[in-house]
Nanobody
Framework: QVQLAESGGGSVPAGGSLRLSCAAS????????MGWFRQAPGKEREGVAK???????SYADSVKGRFTISKDNAKNTLYLQMNSLKPEDTAMYYC??????????????????WGQGTQVTVSS
């Protein structure tokens, strides 16, 4: 049974930093597409950052230069380092994963596995 468990969320002032973690069990993070998504109240879920099966990364324009997605295969964990946080980054953050090895992450939010989310709140 695949489980993705996010942690690391919290409340920070604008300009602060957080590192989110997504620990996987029943699933190997290596060489697979995984992503971070967020959803603010009253808004649709949006993609924040993705890491392809070959390690390539992509980011939403709103977070480029501030957020970094990475994996630690030995710890079987996905990370999202978030710097220079802004109030508009406030949302529930989710990690998600796809099944195939070596896959390029799709543009659509089409992931079979999701975590429960971790809340990020940035105050002005």
């Amino acid at each position: 049974q695949v489980q993705l468990a996010e942690s690391g969320g919290g409340s920070v002032p604008a300009g602060g930093s957080l590192r989110l973690s997504c620990a996987a069990s029943g699933y190997s993070v290596g060489n697979r597409c995984m992503g971070w998504f967020r959803q603010a109240p009253g808004k649709e879920r949006e993609g924040v950052a993705k890491i392809d099966g070959d390690g390539g990364t992509s980011y939403a324009d709103s977070v480029k230069g501030r957020f970094t997605i990475s994996k630690d295969n030995a710890k079987n964990t996905l990370y999202l380092q978030m710097n220079s946080l802004k109030p508009e980054d406030t949302a529930m953050y989710y990690c998600a994963a796809r099944i195939l090895y070596g896959e390029t992450c799709p543009r659509a939010i089409n992931y079979p596995y999701w975590g429960q989310g971790t809340q990020v709140t940035v105050s002005s």
